[in-house]
């Protein structure tokens, strides 16, 4: 089938109904995360004077490398699937454009050369080609996670092997993905001096999807590890605190209510983005994109966002208090007139980051 995003046209396999198959992978839910990255080359290039080298590790159809060589990157993709391989020099081909095609395992493409960007979409978890990847990208590595259960929570054990974090499932579990995807990416830099900050990141539906800014300087490295840290959270009364350092520091028990606490960690506690690189991504999306719309909001729901390190969900909340859930607005605006700091998340609608604590949020909204 003939799939147009951007300015470009490729082809894709048909796709089976249920699981992978073994035709070449495509899925349009992940348009959103193909538009966002184009609008981040797009900045990208504008931060550096002009594209760069681009690498698509785990390419399918190419279609990452072939929209990144239509704005001009130099785009090498890379798959160990020949059937990819040969659809991916098929797919520059239609849209007239230059791009290199390499049939190899991304770890070994990853460790012999360097990109200015690395790009690595993988199935499930990116955690076997981090390594590689926080070798091979010079300026940028961008990383999407599908293994949402894992890096929750959800599936503990798994979370733990892949991860070397403590995940927990808690009510803000797409941030609790987020925050061990990020640990994990920063440890990993961090072993090869190599220091990485988050400057956009997004959960949405079933994957996590960052982009670090990567340099190549130790202190860099030793200054992100000091974002890492530890979530003390009470599965009773939502509570949580959190505290930066490598070494944990449980709470005796919930000060709120007395429960036992549950610490999850080490996890990514600094800025999951920066608000300005948001903006400016969200200026490059253009109305050629298919989900333009959206991922306008969810930049403009990103660049408002708190960086608080844990969220809330106001319905949950309600829920627990046994009291009627009100406009979000309304709800924000009567923690600000307290004093504290608000804001919604992109996490979802009823979601909002805050400066309180949970006792202090409820005072000031009920
Ligand atoms: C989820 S798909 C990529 C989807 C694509 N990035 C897109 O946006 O449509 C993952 C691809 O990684 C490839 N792959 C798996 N292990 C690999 C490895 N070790 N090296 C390179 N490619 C690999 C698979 O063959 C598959 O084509
Ligand atoms: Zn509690």
Redesign the pocket.
Known sequence: MDVREGSVAVEVPEQPDEGAGDV????PE?EL??DLTAAVLRWAADERGGPGTYL??????G??GVRAAAADWTATC????PE?VDLARANFARNDLAGEVVH????ALMHERRFDVV?V???GTPA??DDAAARSATELLCV?A?DTAPLCGAHFNSGVRKYGAVPRNTDFHPEMGLRVLLSALVRTAARRDVGARPVFSHATRHYVRTYLRVSGRATDADDALRDLGYVYHCASCLYREHDRGLIADPLECCPNCGTDTQAAGPLWLGPAHDSDAVAAVRERIDDGMGTASRARRLCDRLEAELHEPTHYDQHRLSKEWGVSAIGMDEFLDRLREQGFAASRTHFGGTTFKTDADVEAIRRATT
Do not use: G
């Open positions: 070449v992978f495509f899925n992940q995360n193909r698509d590790a785990t390419a399918a159809s279609i990452r890379c798959d160990v699937d990819a190899r395992d991304a770890n790009d979409d993988p199935f076997p080609f999407t599908t």
